[in-house]
């Protein structure tokens, strides 16, 4: 599965590439370009699969919900720090450019921005099963794949993890918080991120922003 496989179908999201990295209480982020959900084929398979490509991709294509697309990917070689199943893509093309949202939002389904929009922006974390029933199709919606250094002093010891999060306007229906995540340390010891963390974060904010 090391070679190169084709794929082509629909766009149904468009979301950013975005890792997260944990060390007790403090997070970093790395904004490594988009997320292509697509409803086609992979390497002959009818299913749906997610497809990374890069910022200048992106800004090239201006990827939206719709469009008819094609191209190669690897698969992914380590699925602890990727979402996606294909990435290091080549010979994309947008076979059929999508129509506009049929309906109003949420989800939100216009072309996604710039990645530093989602950095200015900062996030809210969101819960699992609601982004997965309502705004796994949204552009302001985020799966990252997480990191965790569990021992800053042995940073080798680490562990892997999913979450959720929503860069969205503050007043989406859709929005719910879910549990507080909680961050492993040395000695057994647990960090809880609580809500103010992202309050704080996205204080600069207004509810319609």
């Not at 697509?38 to 991709?57: P, Q, S």
Request: hydrophobic residues 30%; aromatic residues 10%.
């Amino acid at each position: 599965m090391g070679g190169k496989l084709e794929w082509q179908g629909e766009v149904i999201s468009v979301q950013p590439r975005i890792r997260l990295t944990r060390s007790f209480d403090q997070r970093s982020h790395s904004y490594l370009g988009y997320i292509l959900g697509v409803r086609g084929t992979l390497d002959g398979e009818a299913r749906e699969f997610l497809v990374a490509v890069g910022k200048g991709a992106h800004e090239k294509h201006q990827f939206r919900h719709g469009d008819w697309v094609s191209g190669q990917g690897v698969p992914v070689a380590d699925t602890r720090l990727e979402t996606a199943d294909l990435y290091k893509v080549s010979g994309l093309k947008v076979l059929v450019r999508g129509g506009g949202p049929a309906a109003e939002p949420p989800p939100f389904l216009g072309v996604p921005p710039a990645l530093d929009v989602y950095r200015e922006r900062c996030h809210r974390h969101l819960a699992a099963q609601t982004y997965t029933t309502k705004c796994s199709r949204c552009l302001w919606g985020c799966q990252m794949a997480v990191e965790m250094i569990i021992d800053q002093w042995n940073p080798s010891v680490r562990r892997y993890r999913r979450e959720t999060f929503c860069y969205g306007p503050k007043s989406c229906s859709f929005y719910k918080a879910g549990p507080t995540r909680k961050v492993p340390g040395r000695k057994g010891m647990i960090w809880e991120e609580e809500d103010r963390v992202d309050e704080d974060a996205t204080a600069h904010r207004g509810p319609d922003d």
